[in-house]
Nanobody, 124 residues
Framework: QVQLVESGGGVVQPAGSLRLSCMAP????????MAWFRQAPGKEREAVSC????????YYPDSLTGRFIISRDNDKNAVYLQMNNLVPDDPAVYYC?????????????????WGQGTQVTVSS
């Protein structure tokens, strides 16, 4: 298990942008696949994006491709999610996750370490 701490959530206007951060103090995340998931009230948790450890390969569901960008800074033990052109379907609690493996399918059931989540709200 590793402690993951998300930040950067908040209230943004439609079409606005937010950048979420996920940190793991004292833990080298560079060896592991990292992921962002989200869960809105009454809905199942869904994958937002995953990034592998070695090659930095990324995954996005078709619905988010082009608006969200995942990145990692291995020197800072951090993973980021740049969210652009936010729309009314985007509000949710966003979670950072890892499973301490170099490659993990981008499915919530495959991740065992989770952050506490950060709330994203889209409102005019």
């Amino acid at each position: 298990q590793v402690q993951l701490v998300e930040s950067g959530g908040g209230v943004v206007q439609p079409a606005g942008s937010l950048r979420l951060s996920c940190m793991a103090p004292g833990f080298a995340l560079k060896y592991y696949t990292m992921a962002w998931f989200r869960q809105a009230p009454g809905k199942e948790r869904e994958a937002v994006s995953c990034i592998s450890s070695v090659e930095g390969s990324t995954y996005y569901p078709d619905s988010l491709t082009g608006r969200f960008i995942i990145s990692r800074d291995n020197d800072k033990n951090a993973v980021y999610l740049q969210m652009n052109n936010l729309v009314p379907d985007d509000p949710a609690v966003y979670y950072c996750a890892t499973d301490l493996r170099d490659w993990v399918p981008c499915r919530s059931q495959d991740f065992r370490s989770w952050g506490q989540g950060t709330q994203v709200t889209v409102s005019s």
